[in-house]
C-alpha cells in the first residue's frame, strides 16, 4: 500500500520549514529524490538520507557531500528538523515510523517539489500518460540551446548531462508532471503541457472520467495567467478542452491548431518535418531520436518554449539537436554476432505500439523484442491493449519475461505466460522465457547481422541488456 501524498501546498510548506535547517530525504536515491536533496542542499538545507541500496545516484549525492545510509534505521533521523518520503515507500520504514510518533514533519516528495518549484519564475510542467521525459528533454534542449540556462527535472537521465536534472538559474524551472495518485496536483506549473491523456495507474484511477478531470486540476494550477498546451490529435485532450480554465494553445500533426507539422517524412526511422504557427511556416525540424510519435512530442516542446518567447528558427535548432534520453530507443550495443540491442522503457499497450513502429523503421532486419510488464493491475486491465500492440506490430518474435510486481500483490491472476500464448494465439510468434539469462541468451544466439533486440519495460528488465553488453562488440 502507497504512502499518502500530503497535499500541504507551498505556503504550508514554507511554515513548516521556517528556522528549519536539515532535511532527511527517506528513498533519496529515487530518480527525482536525488534531484530534490539537490536543489534542498542549494536552498541551503543539511541534507541526508536512505535508499535501500547504492547507485550511480547515490554514489553522485555522496561526491556532493550528501550522507546516504543503506540501512534503514529510526537514528538516522532523530536530528533531523523534516523528512521527505516518496509515497512508494512502505509506512514500516522506520525513519519514516519514527519520525511520525515523534512529530517531525513529514512531507510528500510531490508536496516538496511543488514547494521548491515557487522559487523559479517560469514553470513549464509537461504532463500526459506517454511522452513525460522525452518531451521534458526537448524542452531542456531547446532553452538551453536558446541560451536561457533553465532548471530541469526530469524522469530518466537525459544525454545532455547525463543525469535526470540540470540546475540552473531562476528563470525557467521544467519539469516531468506524473499524475499517478494525483501526485501532478501538488505542482506549481505557470504553463502546463498536456501530451495525451489515456486509462492507465488503474490501481488509482477508477476511469477514464476520473483521469480527466486530473488533468483539468492540472491546467487550472497555472492560474488566470497561465496557458496549458495542449494536443487536439488526442481524444480526451479534445474533449477537456471546452473546460480548461485557462489559456489554451493547441497543437496537431493534422494541421488546423496554433501549431501544427507539415510536410512529414521519414529518413530511415527519424522524423523531418516543417512547423507551422497560426497556418504559416515558421521552421524546420530534423530530429535525431526515431519514432513518427516524437513528431507530436517535438510539436508540444515548440510550442511550449516559443509561447515563452524563444524564437521559432532557434527553438527549432535546439529541438533538432536533442539527442534523447536513457532507456527510450536508446542503442545499447552492438553484440560480437553483430546485432544491435536497444532499450526502452515503454510499458504501456500506446507506447508499445508507438516505439515498435518506430523501431521497426530503424531496423533492416528481424527485429526481437524482449518485455516485461509492469504491475499485475495494468497487465491484467490492459490485457487486451497488450496483445494487440504486440501481435499488430512489426515485431518478428516476442518474449516475455515475468511481471515485475512493484507495489503490488497478484490478486489478478494474470500472467506473462498468459500473455505470450495471447499474441501467438493472435498470430505473432511469443514465448515466456524464465529468466532474465535465459532471455540474453536467447535472443542473442538468434540475432545476426542487421538484426535488433529490444529490450522493454519499466521494470528491472535492463538487466537484459546489460547481459549482452557483456557480449558486445562495440
Known amino acids: 500500500m502507497a504512502l499518502p501524498n500530503t497535499h500541504f501546498g507551498p505556503l504550508e510548506i514554507e511554515s513548516i520549514l521556517r528556522n528549519k535547517h536539515t532535511i532527511f530525504f527517506a528513498g533519496i536515491g529515487g530518480v527525482s529524490m536525488n534531484s530534490l536533496a539537490y536543489l534542498a542542499q542549494k536552498r541551503g538545507f543539511t541534507v541526508f538520507g536512505y535508499d535501500r541500496t547504492p547507485s550511480a545516484l547515490t554514489a553522485r549525492l555522496e561526491k556532493a557531500g550528501i550522507p546516504v545510509y543503506y540501512e534503514a534505521d529510526a537514528a538516522h533521523v532523530k536530528d533531523a528538523d523534516a523528512l521527505v518520503y516518496t509515497v512508494a515507500m512502505p509506512e514500516s520504514n522506520p525513519e519514516y515510523a519514527w519520525a511520525k510518533e515523534h512529530g517531525i514533519p513529514l512531507i510528500s516528495r510531490a508536496d516538496f517539489l511543488g514547494w521548491l518549484m515557487t522559487g ?46 540540470r540546475i540552473g538559474s531562476s528563470g525557467f524551472f521544467a519539469f516531468e508532471a506524473c499524475e499517478y495518485m494525483d501526485s501532478f496536483l501538488d505542482f506549481q506549473p505557470t504553463l502546463a503541457v498536456i501530451l495525451n491523456i489515456e486509462l492507465d495507474h488503474v490501481d488509482y484511477f477508477a476511469s477514464i472520467a476520473q483521469i480527466r478531470e486530473s488533468f483539468l486540476r492540472f491546467a487550472a494550477l497555472t492560474g488566470p495567467e497561465g496557458a496549458a498546451v495542449l494536443n487536439l490529435d488526442d481524444e480526451n485532450c479534445r474533449l477537456i478542452l471546452p473546460s480548461l480554465p485557462c489559456r489554451a494553445v493547441t497543437y496537431s500533426r493534422l494541421g488546423d491548431a496554433d501549431y501544427a507539422s507539415a510536410n512529414e517524412e521519414m529518413r530511415g526511422g527519424y522524423p523531418s518535418f516543417d512547423i507551422l504557427k497560426n497556418g504559416i511556416r515558421v521552421a524546420h525540424a530534423d530530429l535525431k531520436i526515431p519514432g513518427e510519435h516524437n513528431i507530436a512530442n517535438g510539436l508540444a516542446a515548440f510550442a511550449a518554449a516559443v509561447e515563452y518567447g524563444v524564437d521559432p528558427v532557434t527553438a527549432a535548432e535546439g529541438l533538432s539537436s536533442y539527442e534523447g534520453i536513457a532507456r527510450r530507443m536508446e542503442k545499447l550495443c552492438v553484440t560480437d554476432r553483430s546485432a544491435d540491442v536497444y532499450s526502452d522503457y515503454a510499458h504501456h499497450p500506446t507506447e508499445i505500439a508507438a516505439t515498435l513502429k518506430g523501431a521497426r523503421a530503424v531496423c533492416s532486419g528481424k527485429l526481437r523484442v524482449v518485455f516485461q510488464p509492469h504491475t499485475y493491475s495494468r497487465t491484467a486491465e490492459l490485457f487486451d491493449g497488450f496483445v494487440s500492440a504486440f501481435a499488430e506490430s512489426g515485431a518478428d518474435e516476442v518474449f516475455f519475461c515475468d511481471i515485475y510486481a512493484a507495489r503490488e500483490t497478484n490478486v489478478y491472476g ?31 544466439a538468434l540475432s545476426g547481422p542487421g538484426d535488433m533486440i529490444l529490450v522493454m519495460g519499466a521494470g528491472d528488465v535492463e538487466k537484459v541488456g546489460e547481459m549482452l553488453r557483456e557480449r558486445k562488440k562495440y
Open 120 to 165: 523559479y519564475e517560469r514553470r513549464i510542467g509537461v504532463s500526459g500518460t506517454h511522452g513525460k521525459s522525452t518531451t521534458t528533454g526537448m524542452i531542456a534542449r531547446i532553452l538551453t540551446h536558446a541560451g536561457v540556462d533553465p532548471t530541469v527535472l526530469n524522469g530518466a537521465p537525459m544525454k545532455e548531462t547525463g543525469t535526470v536534472d
Open 414 to 444: 494474470v500472467s506473462s505466460e498468459q500473455l505470450a500464448e495471447a499474441v501467438a494465439k493472435a498470430g505473432k510468434p511469443a514465448s515466456r522465457l524464465p529468466s532474465f539469462a535465459d532471455a540474453a541468451d536467447t535472443v542473442y
